[in-house]
């Protein structure tokens, strides 16, 4: 013998919700408080480094650069000082002239046990000429203007550091602005993997949320290869991030959105809001405090809640007059078309796993 079964499909009466809504969202509590508008939060603080090479972005500039570097000046000539003027000159075996950039005493050398021990002083030189033929390693230089004097040989220099710099041509020149974005884009990325990183902490992590204005980084640590002005092909940058945010669960919002619906209008009892939620930009923000505050603004259709099971339990039993009588005072029900089965039955079954209640949201008006 077949059982008799009811099917009721119903289209859900749909309410115009206009309304703004302050959040607001705290790590200090636990629970949703629906009365007050507050949810709780996760808050996060944590720091994270890293490193990227970047193409410089194609400026080129033509320059002439001149080597240049230090080198230590030696008297092993006397004990009485020597004055060098500015631009006096060294050269290396080779050639090479270097001059010097500012005028200097060097020391007289010193008579230890009855020896002359050469006193030294250090100064900065600068190549005679453009070119990266300049950019030469630790060398021996001799002071030219004393050759035809016996200083010649005992006044000398010598550089330990290669002398650098020195270049001709077309170069990429980094400027301040890549540098910048550079410097953006590393910072972005850092702060999106320990966005990453929370989340797959989290346990059902798609239901959180992080708003804009619910999280601040500060750079602690930045060093880039080259500076602003620089000439390079390419550069790095090595950065220190700290990052805190403030995390919310979706379903919070959404009990709280229903619980002011249910409040302002009262006629609908149960209420669950299932309409699209655009968070707009924190207000205002209170790290310390661990809070952050926002409004939403609802503005849009959503069908009204319904609790099918009481419904089920409403409907059982009852003949098809009564079914319909009983749905046209349901003020969530918009309409509905009831099929019992087999023809024969005029009465919904007492047995609520034989009614079937759908839900047809396509016509929900």
């Known amino acids: 013998v077949a059982l008799p079964k009811a099917e009721i499909n119903i289209a859900l009466r749909k309410i115009k919700i206009d309304e703004k809504i302050p959040v607001a969202v705290s790590k200090n509590i636990s629970s949703t408080n629906l009365v007050n508008g507050i949810i709780p939060g996760e808050y996060f603080l944590l720091s994270k480094s890293g490193s990227k090479t970047f193409s410089t972005e194609g400026i080129k500039k033509e320059i002439s650069l001149r080597s240049r570097g230090f080198i230590t000046i ?94 001709t041509g077309s170069v990429s020149v980094i400027n301040q602005e890549e540098l910048q974005k550079a410097k953006k884009y590393l910072e972005e990325q850092l702060t999106k993997e320990m966005e990453k990183d929370i989340l797959s902490t989290l346990k059902d992590s798609s239901d959180f949320q992080l708003i804009k204005g619910a999280s601040s980084a500060k750079i602690d640590e930045f060093q880039s290869s080259v500076s602003a002005g620089g000439f390079a092909e390419s550069f790095t940058i090595n950065m220190k991030v700290t990052w805190q945010a403030l995390f919310f669960r979706e379903q919070d919002i959404r009990a709280l959105v229903a619980n002011f619906i249910s409040s302002k209008h009262q006629e609908l009892g149960a209420f669950k809001f299932e309409g699209n939620i655009n968070y707009p930009a ?84």
Do not use: H
Not at 93 to 121: E, H, N, Y
């Open 74 to 167: 030696y008297n092993a000539y006397s004990a009485a000082p020597q004055r060098l003027i500015t631009q006096t000159r060294f050269e290396t075996k080779d050639g090479k002239i270097f001059r010097l950039q500012a005028p200097i005493i060097v020391p007289g050398a010193k008579i230890i046990s009855g020896k002359l021990t050469p006193s030294s002083i250090k100064a900065e030189v600068v190549a005679d000429a453009a070119g990266s033929e300049y950019n030469i390693g630790p060398s021996y230089f001799t002071i030219p203007g004393f050759k035809e004097s016996p200083k010649y040989a005992g006044f000398y220099a010598k550089n330990i550091e290669p002398m650098a710099s020195g270049k």
């Open 282 to 365: 924190v207000s205002k923000t209170d790290f310390k405090k661990g809070e952050v505050f926002f409004t939403l603004d609802i503005n849009e259709e959503n069908a009204l809640g319904a609790d099918i099971n009481n419904l089920k339990k409403e409907l059982a039993g009852r003949d098809e007059n009564e079914i319909r009588a009983l749905i046209s005072n349901k003020p969530f029900i918009n309409s509905a078309t009831i099929s019992l089965w087999p023809f024969w039955v005029n009465r919904a079954p007492t047995n609520l796993n034989r009614v079937n209640i759908i839900i047809d949201k396509e016509k929900a008006l």
